[in-house]
């Protein structure tokens, strides 16, 4: 069984930044997908960020350039560096580790608990 912890989250001003942490229990982290979803209040999951097991990255297009998502196989570990961040990213934060599909599309299969993201002055 995976398990998937997340942390790093908080309150932070627009324009600031956060780290978000997940550490991955089994040997098969390096082997899969990593990816970051996000779900603020009344709207739809998304996915934010996906990384591949041989650090290929992918965005959603709202934040590109501000996100980068990379993973260190050697401590079962993947983050999420977050930047000039605004209002709007403020939403929890899942942890996932999943699959690539056709099409590069990424399907996850285990998630974390969440971590909460608020970004306001």
């Known amino acids: 069984q995976v398990q998937l912890v997340e942390s790093g989250g908080g309150l932070v001003q627009p324009g600031g930044s956060l780290r978000l942490s997940c550490a991955a229990s089994?040997?098969?982290?390096?082997?899969?997908?990593m990816g970051w979803y996000r779900q603020a209040p009344g709207k739809q999951r998304e996915l934010v960020a996906r990384?591949?097991?041989?650090?290929?990255?992918n965005y959603v297009d709202s934040v590109k350039g501000r996100f980068t998502i990379s993973r260190d196989n050697a401590k079962n570990t993947v983050y999420l560096q977050m930047n000039s961040l605004k209002p709007e990213d403020t939403a929890v934060y899942y942890c996932?580790?999943?699959?690539?599909?056709?099409?590069?599309?990424?399907?996850?299969?285990?998630w974390g608990q969440g971590t909460q993201v608020t970004v306001s002055s």
């Open positions: 990384i591949t097991s041989n650090r290929n990255p």
């Open positions: 996932t580790l999943g699959q690539m599909g056709s099409g590069s599309y990424y399907y996850p299969s285990y």
């Open positions: 089994g040997s098969i982290f390096t082997i899969y997908p």
